[in-house]
């Protein structure tokens, strides 16, 4: 298993050279990089009519006008005074210390903007995620053992209408009805606003009555799937073999459901449980932070694009893919942990 370890470790390097180089690329291209913004905001502080905006990081045709001694200026602020490959090959010398660089229009360290926004997403994911387990699992279990029974049905149809429904548009609609109409539950924000006048327990109660909206609006879609997916596990394994032999011993049900079919029907679950943990942390949905006003990574990364921050757009892209790559590796493990029958040779 070690060599397998170490193999698959190597492999991350070339793929996250290949995500960073082709990002990279696209981006040189882009129109209306920052140099661009940053003479449009001038001009328009100034009152001076913009020109054509074109080519971002390559060409800077809406710098038409200015003195070129400020255009250089500017170029050298942001680093486009060295060629694309240089910059590149810096930019990799960074991230190989794990420093992912400067905000272009937030004067921040990047490191920083993701600590000031990850309490909310993991406040949007960890809720989601376990809800989605802790509920969506068992009723899997239950929806097998009664399969085709009215039970099954009315389940069933309950979870493919909250699947079928975007959270943004059952988002939309909680915030008409139960923070608008009825006015159960606040519009906007993560905590009130004499958050630190309250007591703690006023501070949990006023969280959750917050966070109530839009974790139910990301929760229907992972909910709806979790669950059917439980189903169908358990359903394939009630109808194997060894699960009629484990009943003509003479095993109860229960025992038969718990000791043998559960460990080898969740196998496709728990090996998806490591990417679903990870992702509660960073997956956060863009359309429910701005929904809800949260500012949370999800709207960080959307304002980074929109502005072309590219220290942002990078460095955020550089550390959730090599997360993604090690949690991959994680669930692949945990097919040896759930099922000692894999071997990886």
Request: with cysteine; proline share 4%; hydrophobic share 50%.
């Amino acid at each position: 298993m070690f060599a397998y370890i170490l193999k698959r470790l190597l492999l991350m390097l070339p793929t996250l050279l290949g995500v960073l180089l082709l990002t990279f690329v696209v981006i040189q291209f882009v129109p209306g990089g920052p140099v661009e913004q940053y003479l449009a905001e001038a001009k328009a502080g100034m009152g001076a009519g913009g020109g054509a905006r074109e080519g971002g990081g390559m060409a800077y045709r809406g710098a038409q006008g200015v003195d070129p001694k400020r255009l250089e200026q500017i170029k050298q602020l942001y680093g486009f005074d060295k060629p694309a490959h240089e910059r590149f090959v810096q930019m990799l010398g960074q991230f190989a210390r794990f420093d992912l660089g400067r905000s272009f229009f937030q004067n921040k360290d990047v490191w920083q903007l993701i600590k000031e926004k990850l309490p909310v997403s993991i406040s949007l994911g960890l809720w989601t995620f376990f809800i989605s387990y802790l509920v969506a699992v068992p009723l899997g279990v239950a929806k097998a053992v009664r399969a085709g029974s009215r039970f099954d049905f009315v389940t069933t149809l309950v979870i493919l209408v909250g699947y079928a429904i975007p959270g943004f548009v059952l988002g939309v609609a909680l915030l008409v009805i139960f923070g608008g109409q009825l006015q159960w539950f606040p519009l906007r924000g993560l905590t009130s606003s004499n958050w630190d006048e309250l007591s703690w327990g006023a501070r949990i109660v006023d969280y959750l009555w917050h966070i109530a909206l839009p974790v139910t609006a990301m929760v229907a879609g992972s909910f709806a799937v979790t669950a059917m997916l439980t189903k169908n596990a358990f359903l394939e394994e009630i109808r194997k073999q060894y699960v009629l032999t484990a009943r003509a011993k003479g095993l109860s049900e229960r025992q038969v459901l718990y000791k043998h079919v559960f460990r080898n029907a969740l196998i496709p679950i728990v090996t998806g449980f490591p990417a679903a943990f990870i992702g509660a942390f960073f997956a956060g949905s863009l359309l429910i932070e701005t929904l809800f006003s949260l500012d949370g990574l999800g709207l960080l990364s959307y304002e980074s694009v929109i502005r072309r921050d590219y220290p942002v757009v990078l460095g955020t892209l550089f550390l959730f893919t090599l997360i993604g790559l090690v949690t991959k590796l994680i669930s692949d493990l945990c097919y040896v942990w759930v099922d000692p029958r894999v071997k990886f040779d």
